[in-house]
């Protein structure tokens, strides 16, 4: 293990929800939205870009799992799922995470262009 995965708050995991071999689920700390989920990567790893095939199914495995839960748990009327890879994009703890945010009706004036919303002059189209 590496000095940054030493000190990375995702190869110590707290909290899990869901888990497979390879992945796990967990609340993000500082929520967009009730409910928001989090899907790490056991393995430290910074770009999504360079998961494993097995990794990414593994991901998206929990994706779903997590879901499901959500839907049951705050009856979301929609999602937002999103990976930051990079600093230039937003990602501010190199490890690999999926954000799964559950979206409702009236959390924001205006919901077009959803992720697009990442660089607000283009999120209207």
């Known amino acids: 293990m590496s000095d940054h ?12 929800l869901f888990e497979n071999e ?4 967990k609340p993000d700390k500082f929520p967009v939205n009730p409910g928001h ?14 998961t494993t095939e ?7 495995s929990l994706l779903d799992k997590a879901k499901h839960h959500l839907d049951g748990q705050y ?15 937003g990602q501010t703890i190199m490890h690999v995470h999926l954000h799964l945010i559950p979206r409702y009706r ?4 205006n919901p077009r262009g959803g992720v697009r919303g990442v660089i607000p002059s283009r999120q209207a189209y």
């Not at 990794?55 to 998206?60: G, R, S």
């Not at 009856?75 to 994009?89: H, L, M, S, W």
């Not at 009236?106 to 004036?109: A, E």
Request: with cysteine; glycine share 8%; net charge negative.
């Open 5 to 16: 995965a030493d000190n990375c708050p995702f190869c110590k995991p707290d909290g899990i």
């Open 22 to 25: 390879l992945a796990y689920a």
């Open 37 to 50: 989920l989090l899907i790490i990567p056991r393995r430290h790893i910074a770009d999504f870009f360079l």
């Open 54 to 60: 097995a990794e990414k199914n593994a991901l998206l």
């Open 75 to 89: 009856a979301p009327a929609g999602y937002n799922v999103g990976i930051n890879v990079g600093e230039v994009a």
């Open 106 to 109: 009236g959390d924001m004036d």
